[in-house]
């Protein structure tokens, strides 16, 4: 029997900013078997790959190569000759000194069927989000790309006499170690000391720093200002331009990079909201709901919807188990014709909106003893409610309809269980306490981050808490808590922009 070959997608990554993958490169990356990948590849787009991939971390960044590049190739290698498709994912683009061509050379040599998907360079990206053009025809008429990465101990094989006289923008990536060398080249083959220059640290993410200068005070700037790797270096009068062409860094959010712990498709809503406005949303969804369409009284319920007067949903997550509960057994949303409607908040609000559904009541503080008590208060006497809710919801509302005599039957749509499979990425930025907020959007998100991180010292952690039962469970951990006005997202992403500035 002969074993059928994979195939091998070498894909670039772009600079680091989850926005720039392309969208051939994101869709390679879905239908992954295996991903081979770098250190230099942001932990946004790592998160992208697959639960079911297989993962294989080959560490390499300047001068720290984990893995050899030989035993790289041979990975490839036996990779597709076991049948998988195969991504190498690289930061940047793979041809542009991502050694892509030694890779596919034994991939080649073994007629291993391959692709290209290119990505976006730092080069390039990295000047434009510092406010930088590469070129701008008042300024030059070339764009020189040079590595200056070099091995241990050795200096960097450039012609500067001959980058002198071409008289363009010159950009060095992978350079910080070779700074001074760099420096001191130009200014030796007579480049001007006064010539503009630049180095920008951690380009295209929410700590992006970039030092603006000249030529003979770069390095004494970069060293001041303690300018680390990853950095590229631009050398070239459209530098002048970065101060009136700077944008990232204007960003309500920018600097701030933070944890969100809501469930992974709820979370995503978050995150765009934050990634938008300049911050970085590292996912960590720590829950997980999980819709309970076997429960006799679930199936009971919908199959007597009608016999309620008031229906009340106090998630978007029993808002969706709910309508697919419906859809099994036939029924859609004719069923809530002439039913009244309450909800928790904005958001089930929201969800219900999308689907044609007008909300008859919304408590104007989003809890469940609101929402008990405004209820109770619009039911009348012979009216009877169904509660469709997570299995373990708040007594709050139940006492408060309790005591208004308001007949209720309480019906559990599923159930919430603590989940973190797939998040190493985001788990490895936590334990090194690499942000800078933890976001929590329920008492049980709080819940699921420290059964998922129990060694942290939550002492440590700033939370960022949607209303007062969320954030007692975060003081009661230790956490440093700040509560958002409303209980909305974008009450939290106010908030957020508000503890940056």
């Known amino acids: 029997m002969t074993m059928k070959t994979g195939k091998v997608w070498l894909v670039g990554a772009g600079p680091s900013d989850a926005g720039l993958i392309t969208v051939k490169g994101l869709n390679v990356l879905k239908n992954a078997d295996v991903v081979v990948y770098d250190k230099l590849v942001g932990v946004e787009i790592l998160n992208l790959i697959p639960e079911t991939s297989k993962k294989i971390d080959v560490g390499k960044s300047s001068n720290n190569h984990l893995v050899p590049q030989e035993q790289i190739n041979q990975i490839l290698l036996n990779e597709a000759l076991s049948g998988n498709r195969v991504v190498r994912l690289k930061g940047g683009d793979p041809f542009l ?60 094989d450039i012609n500067f006499d001959a980058l002198v006289k071409l008289n363009g923008t010159m950009v060095f990536l ?44 770069l390095v004494e700037d970069a060293a001041r200002n303690e300018i680390k790797a990853p950095s590229v270096i631009v ?46 949303s590292i996912e960590f969804p720590c829950i997980k709901t999980v819709p309970d369409f076997e429960g006799t009284l679930l199936s009971k319920a919908v199959k007597n919807i009608r016999q309620y007067n008031w229906v009340v949903f ?77 299995k373990e919801g708040s007594q709050d509302l139940n006492h408060a309809l309790e005591q208004a005599g308001v007949k209720y039957l309480d019906v559990p749509v599923y159930e919430t269980i603590y989940n973190t499979e797939g998040c190493e990425f985001s788990g490895a930025v936590i334990t090194g306490g690499q942000f800078d907020f ?4 329920s008492a049980s998100t709080v819940k699921g981050f420290i059964n998922a991180m129990p060694h942290l010292d939550y002492t440590q952690i700033n939370a960022l808490c949607i209303g007062e039962q969320t954030a007692k469970e975060a003081r009661g951990c230790g956490m440093q808590v700040t509560i958002s006005p409303q209980a909305t997202i974008d009450s939290m992403v106010e908030t957020l922009i508000k503890l940056n500035h």
């Open 314 to 390: 106090t998630s978007a997550a029993g808002v969706e188990a709910v309508f697919e509960k419906l859809y099994r057994v036939g029924k859609d949303i004719r069923e809530l014709f002439g039913l009244k409607i309450a909800v928790i908040g904005s958001g089930t609000e929201e969800l219900l909106k999308k689907r044609g559904i007008q909300v008859d009541y919304i408590p104007d503080t989003y809890n469940a003893q609101s929402l008990g008590a405004g209820l109770a208060a619009l039911v009348k006497e012979d009216e009877k409610v169904l509660i469709l809710r997570a």
């Open 174 to 217: 992978m350079g910080v170690a070779a700074l001074d060398t760099i420096c001191r080249g130009l200014l030796h083959a007579g480049m001007s000391p006064d010539q503009p220059a630049a180095i920008i640290e951690r380009g295209t993410t929410a700590r992006q720093r970039k030092v603006i200068s000249t030529l003979k005070n």
């Open 438 to 441: 933890a976001l929590f959007t």
């Open 235 to 280: 050398v070239g009068e459209v530098c002048t331009l970065a101060e009136d062409f700077s944008w990232a860094e204007r960003r309500p959010l920018h600097g701030i990079r933070v944890v969100v712990t809501r469930p992974e498709k709820l979370g995503s809503i978050l995150s765009e909201k934050i990634r938008n406005l300049g911050g970085e």
């Open 97 to 156: 000194f991502g050694r892509g061509g030694e890779e596919l050379e034994l991939i080649v040599r073994h007629q291993i069927p391959f692709e290209i998907v290119p990505g976006i360079t730092s080069a390039i990206s990295v000047p434009a989000y510092a406010g930088i053009p590469v070129t701008h025809r008042d300024y030059c008429s070339s764009l020189h790309i040079i590595t200056g990465h070099t091995k241990s101990g050795e200096e960097p």
